[in-house]
């Protein structure tokens, strides 16, 4: 026998399917080792696609009997494939006569496979567990090992594009990685385990694609030259502009050349609103082997300063129009006006060679032009300031892998797919703006219609109605304008329209599907996930051949964590691990997790517990994988041994006040010391309150008396950030004032 057995499959048809596999597939594995050598194993793994069996299959050490659904017998196909494999099969009217034949091959020894999700994901993500995996371990009473199969989502044999088969094959072999897991006894594996297993080890899978290593500007070069004559950016700052793949790529490589003999910082800061300059500066900077820093211009002259100080920044590339509109920008003096720089490298003429490279030659060559090495990593590829909201601005260092992994996340959830017009109004220096609407399309090849601020509605409305964009993202503070300001049959082109940054309130998601029939997808990031962590999506299509609806999104809920991230929840004070559905502070792991914050080892140290970041959030995750934000440490205050939580006690004061959310925040709830009982609760609103009418009003909607606040200060108004958020820095100081 020219190579030991690994199926049940007839020796024929085996040597077929393997040759077959080697040709379409590159399976990788990592556990192996720990696999038993014999007795009976119950293998799970996530489902993915209907060639997950064939990937496993390749990956295992032993020949895999696996579990699958009996309807699917009706294709005269698949009925061949069952019978030629030994597939033990189940089906919904009568699942214990297939759960029995599945114990009976455990104890004679054999490996099966079976997909607790009970059927194939068509988001992309983790399902929810059935219950079943339980109910065979103990039965079988044999170890049960978990694995994670990445790379297969997006293949033709997924639901990826929502449709199976109907899409264009992949033209190259399919890197697969599976990872499997250690053994554990079958008391162990409950459906919780096989979550956080599950999860674990998705995040192994993920971090070994080979994409990630890469560098961010090669991959960004090589998709605007793949495709020159498409429209990558339409910028509307002042008229409207057309710039095409080919073009972008062409000025960013003549700055590039001149930028890398000029500038002799690594970092080089960028002051530019949304639009083709900020695509243009970011590209060549990187292409330039430096670091991009957009810096928030919105930010107070001081925290800017300290940005500037702690990136090491002398040079920032802008505009003359933007120095006017924020005077009190601390500008260094070397401060280049990109018109003129391009100017200065050559102008038109400069740009044509490199448009006929871009039109003429393969785009891995466009690359190599510009001296772009293949790998990137975890070198710094963007250095971002957090918004220092609650405290002084922090550096926030993201790698190529980050970005890359992040971008590959997103789309692996085929819900910004390259043909989506997406409406890019957030400012870059907002980490959303930074890689969802400028890095990712550079990558993907979506095209972007710009607006130079989140606050201009009316020009938002009028860029999505006369592009026909069909994606739009932003804060709640961005999208609640729209409801009054916009027409639904201006924005009837809209597909999606996601909302991250902070919470999404239950009237505005309400309000926005009575009137645009369209809802909100809520989103949740940090800066330090570079910054995507957990999105909802649109629910997927019912398959006729199961008839079970799968659920994409959940209302109150930030969504599905990404693929490849994996979590931990703590107690907020013990820090003892707790179940993933219990409320504790949240913790994230996967590649698209910054490394630590420039310059700062202590507080890089404090954001991070045993290799693991801690978003400072409470939140929980369902049965089904939704991760419910609570609210931010910060927003709690620990007054007689408990917690108190603002948002809910903010919540409180509107419905009793029967005030309707605002287009920017009138209640504001914090906490400042308190001797006698550690803190005391100050609320800033802009409405006159008197004190003992709020205490009435909120004892008639039931709340403790420990959450009433004891100061009201009335303000002209909540101060905000240029991100959509609140300044809770400067909350506190008028609490405390």
Not at 7 to 28: D, G, K, N
Not at 134 to 139: K, P, V
Not at 198 to 210: C, H, K, Y
Not at 323 to 347: H, M, Y
């Amino acid at each position: 026998m020219p190579f030991p057995r690994r199926s049940y499959l007839p020796l024929y048809l085996e040597t077929i399917a393997r040759l077959v596999a080697a040709v379409l597939y590159r399976v990788r594995s990592s556990g192996t080792e720990w696999f038993p050598r014999t007795g009976g194993v119950l293998l799970i793994a996530n489902h993915i696609s209907y060639v997950d069996v064939v990937a496993l299959q390749i990956a295992c050490p032993r020949p895999l009997r696996f579990v699958g659904y009996q309807g699917l017998r009706r294709n005269p196909f698949f009925d061949w494939c069952f019978k030629q494999s030994g597939c033990i099969a189940v089906s919904s009217p009568s699942p214990l006569e297939g759960l029995r034949a599945a114990v009976r091959a455990l104890q004679a020894g054999e490996v099966v496979l079976i997909f607790p999700e009970g059927h194939i994901s068509r988001t992309g993500q983790l399902m929810a567990m059935k219950r079943g995996l339980e109910l065979i371990a103990r039965q079988a009473n044999v170890p049960v090992v978990a694995a994670a199969t990445d790379g297969l989502w997006g293949s033709i044999f997924s639901f990826a594009g929502n449709r199976c088969l109907w899409k264009s094959p992949r033209l190259k072999p399919t890197a697969v990685f599976i990872a499997f897991g250690r053994p554990v006894p079958p008391a162990q594996a409950t459906v919780e385990w096989a979550r956080r297993e599950l999860l674990d080890l998705g995040r192994v899978a993920f971090d070994a694609r080979p994409v990630l290593r890469r560098h961010l500007g090669r991959e960004a070069v090589r998709m605007l030259t793949r495709h020159p004559w498409r429209i990558a950016v339409v910028d509307r700052t002042a008229g409207r502009r057309v710039i095409k793949a080919g073009q972008l790529y062409a000025v960013a490589a003549i700055l590039a050349r001149r930028w890398r003999q000029t500038i002799p910082e690594t970092r080089v800061g960028i002051v530019l609103p949304p639009g083709a300059g900020a695509f243009i500066a970011n590209l060549a900077i990187l292409c330039s082997g430096k670091v991009p820093v957009n810096l928030n211009f919105t930010s107070s002259r001081e925290a800017i300063a300290a940005s500037l100080r702690l990136g090491g920044i002398g040079t920032v590339v802008s505009a003359p129009a933007m120095r006017e509109k924020v005077p009190n920008f601390p500008w260094p003096e070397r401060t280049l006006d990109l018109a003129a720089e391009i100017q200065t490298a050559g102008g038109k003429r400069a740009l044509l060679p490199w448009l006929a490279a871009a039109w003429l030659l393969p785009n891995q060559w466009c690359a190599s032009l510009l001296g772009l090495p293949h790998l990137g990593d975890r070198a710094e590829a963007g250095l971002l300031f957090t918004s220092g909201s609650s405290d002084e601005p922090k550096g926030v260092a993201l790698s190529h892998r980050n970005l890359l992994a992040n971008c590959a996340q997103i789309s692996s959830l085929s819900i910004l797919p390259e043909y989506a017009s997406m409406l890019g109004c957030l400012p870059v220096f907002h980490s959303f703006g930074f890689t969802v609407t400028l890095w990712y399309p550079l990558l993907r090849g979506c095209r972007v219609v710009t607006v130079p601020s989140p606050l201009d509605t009316r020009k938002i409305v009028d860029a999505i109605h006369e592009e026909q964009a069909t994606v739009l993202i932003g804060a709640p503070t961005f999208l609640r304008p729209l409801i009054k300001k916009a027409r639904p049959a201006e924005l009837r082109s809209l597909d999606l329209v996601v909302s991250g940054a902070e919470r999404l309130t239950e009237d505005l998601s309400r309000a926005f599907l009575e009137t645009f029939h369209l809802p909100i997808m809520q989103g949740y990031g940090l800066t330090e996930t570079s910054p995507a962590a957990n999105i909802n999506q649109p629910h997927p299509p019912i398959v006729m051949a199961t008839n079970e609806p799968q659920v994409g999104h959940r209302p109150g809920a930030a969504g599905r964590m990404m693929p490849g991230m994996t979590a931990r929840i703590l107690h907020p004070e013990t820090g003892e691990e707790l179940p993933l559905t219990e409320t504790g502070i949240v913790l994230f792991q996967g590649a698209n997790v910054f490394a630590g914050y420039l310059n700062d080892a202590d507080k890089t140290q404090a954001a991070f517990r045993n290799g693991w970041f801690v978003t400072g959030d409470l939140g929980r995750f369902d049965d089904e994988g939704f991760l419910v934000i609570e609210g931010r440490l910060s927003r709690f205050s620990k007054i007689g041994a408990e917690m108190v939580p603002h948002v809910i006690i903010e919540q409180k004061i509107l419905a009793s006040f029967g005030w309707e959310a605002a287009e920017t925040p009138i209640v504001f709830v914090t906490g400042i010391p308190d001797p006698a009982k550690g803190e005391a609760l100050v609320l800033l609103t802009t409405q006159d309150v008197q004190l003992d009418e709020l205490r009435s009003r909120l004892a008639t909607a039931g709340v403790p008396n420990l959450w009433v606040p004891r100061i009201i200060r009335q303000v002209p108004q909540i101060p905000m950030l240029g991100s959509g958020k609140i300044d809770l820095k400067r909350c506190r100081e008028l609490a405390l004032a």
